[in-house]
Nanobody, 119 residues
Framework: VQLQASGGGLVQAGGSLRLSCAASQRTFGSVAWFRQAPGKEREFVAYITRSRGSSYIADSVKGRFTISRDNDKNTVYLEMNSLKPEDTAVYYC???????????????WGQGTQVTVSS
């Protein structure tokens, strides 16, 4: 499956963005968002399962970020509110037949979209 991430951009602290991850075909298992800031390891942000829409959000963004999906459009969204400068990173979406917080669980990756939050 091919994934296309979009929706990144430059926003001021406190602002909002919505990222989209469009899949070329129906995905099974889960779709997740990860992010990677310069000089840092790739960090788990959130995942959502296809079957029940169950989701898990990282503590670092809980209460500010929401993940959702539209199965008819094969698209997963990451709604990001109250953005902080430390949220600045390249955001990647990934798909897996399983679910989890480790990047190694995911075998299909999108190209990434840059999110920059200015102070």
């Amino acid at each position: 499956v091919q994934l296309q991430a979009s929706g990144g951009g430059l926003v001021q602290a406190g602002g909002s963005l919505r990222l989209s991850c469009a899949a070329s075909q129906r995905t099974f298992g889960s779709v997740a968002w990860f992010r990677q800031a310069p000089g840092k390891e790739r960090e788990f942000v959130a995942y959502i399962t296809r079957s029940r829409g169950s989701s898990y959000i990282a503590d670092s963004v809980k209460g500010r970020f929401t993940i959702s999906r539209d199965n008819d459009k094969n698209t997963v969204y990451l709604e990001m509110n109250s953005l902080k400068p430390e949220d600045t990173a390249v955001y990647y979406c990934a798909a897996s037949p399983l679910r989890g917080v480790q990047p190694s669980r995911y075998d299909s990756w999108g190209q990434g979209t840059q999110v920059t939050v200015s102070s």
